[in-house]
């Protein structure tokens, strides 16, 4: 099962992606944390997207694509992923639809979490000060959601335009909570709804 977890800077995708994949038993894959351990590595894209990471923008959509592409090779993604913060540009998601297709997979379910700009702002200024990520600055999470607003909403509605089951929740409450409204819209017959 191939599950884009769909959702704004602070709605908490990471925390339920995580969540969510392990019941799932497919592998987690959030394109964020994998360039932050590009730049902790100093490699070459993460000395590319350092900066670009830090000012809230986003990297470019082929730099990207070829690494969500060498990542759903891997073995352990052969039978599906969870993607985390990808597609988050309308030419991302076709070319996720195009290297899927190359492979006779599909995307199967986008989860949409939904929170308002309000709790947005709310939970980002905790996250600041609890986590200290170099782009929770407030200029740097104003720049974040502008982005997200701009080029990663379309995203749904490109899914909208293609068969793909989108599933909405609401993203808003008890951390516990949230996840069972995940894996219940992901699984409503129960399978995996132990903890
Ligand atoms: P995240 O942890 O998902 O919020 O990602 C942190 C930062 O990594 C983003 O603000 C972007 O600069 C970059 N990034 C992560 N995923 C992508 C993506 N799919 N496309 C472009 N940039 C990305």
Avoid: C, W
């Avoid at 894209?45 to 923008?57: C, D, H, Q, V, W």
């Avoid at 030419?91 to 899927?100: E, F, N, R, S």
């Avoid at 709310?122 to 407030?138: C, K, L, M, P």
Wanted: net charge negative.
């Amino acid at each position: 099962m191939i599950v884009v977890l769909f959702g704004p800077p602070g709605s908490g995708k990471g925390t339920q992606a995580h969540r969510v994949a392990s019941r799932l038993n497919v592998p987690h894959i959030a394109t964020g944390d994998m360039l932050r351990a590009e730049v902790a590595r100093g490699s070459a894209l993460g000395r590319e997207a350092e900066p670009i990471m830090a000012s809230g923008k986003l990297i470019p959509d082929d730099l990207i694509v070829r690494v969500i592409e060498v990542r759903l090779d891997d073995p352990d993604a052969r039978t599906g992923a969870l993607l985390d913060g990808f597609p988050r540009t309308v030419p991302q998601a076709q070319a996720l639809d195009a290297m899927l297709r190359r492979k006779g997979r599909a995307v199967d379910v986008v989860l949409a979490l939904h929170v308002s700009d309000t709790e947005l702002h709310r939970r980002i200024q905790h996250r600041a000060e609890v986590e200290g990520r170099a782009d929770d600055t407030e200029a740097a999470f104003a720049e974040r959601l502008r982005v997200y607003h701009s080029e990663t909403a379309p995203v749904l509605d490109y899914y909208r335009t293609t068969a793909t089951t989108i599933v909405e929740v609401d993203g808003v409450g008890d951390i516990d909570a949230v996840t069972e409204r995940i894996a219940k819209a992901l699984m409503p017959d129960g399978a995996g709804a132990s903890r």
